[in-house]
């Protein structure tokens, strides 16, 4: 049986560091495509751009009416302050 503050424990319990803008890019998408559901979600990575700067990439799939859709959502933030620089939107079909 684990203790609690296990090493273990505490692993199991701590969110990935891309956690906080996946929640994010949800709910900007969401914001976008009101009448749409987001059914998946993907992260699909980091990337580091210099100058303090980095991005973070999801691939959302959206449910609507009368179709089915993938959205990129591409988050530029400065990394010391967490300060979003911009979001980028990129539908897809696939």
Same mark, same amino acid.
């Given at each position: 049986?684990?203790?609690?503050?296990?090493?273990?424990?505490? /692993?199991?319990? @701590?969110?990935? +560091?891309?956690? =906080?803008?996946?929640?994010?890019?949800?709910?900007?998408?969401? &914001?976008?495509?009101?009448?749409?559901?987001?059914?998946?979600?993907?992260?699909?990575?980091?990337? /580091?751009?210099? @100058?303090?700067? +980095?991005?973070? =990439?999801?691939?959302?799939?959206?449910?609507?009416?009368?179709? &089915?859709?993938?959205?990129?959502?591409?988050?530029?933030?400065?990394?010391?302050?967490?300060?979003?620089?911009?979001?980028?939107?990129?539908?897809?079909?696939?």
């Amino acid at each position: 049986m684990e203790r609690a503050g296990s090493p273990l424990q505490k /692993e199991q319990q @701590e969110e990935p +560091a891309y956690a =906080k803008w996946g929640k994010l890019a949800v709910e900007k998408v969401k &914001e976008r495509y009101p009448e749409d559901k987001v059914v998946d979600y993907l992260h699909v990575g980091r990337e /580091e751009l210099g @100058e303090g700067k +980095a991005s973070e =990439k999801f691939k959302l799939w959206l449910r609507g009416e009368d179709r &089915e859709f993938g959205v990129f959502v591409t988050i530029t933030f400065e990394k010391a302050t967490d300060e979003v620089i911009d979001i980028q939107y990129e539908e897809t079909d696939r």
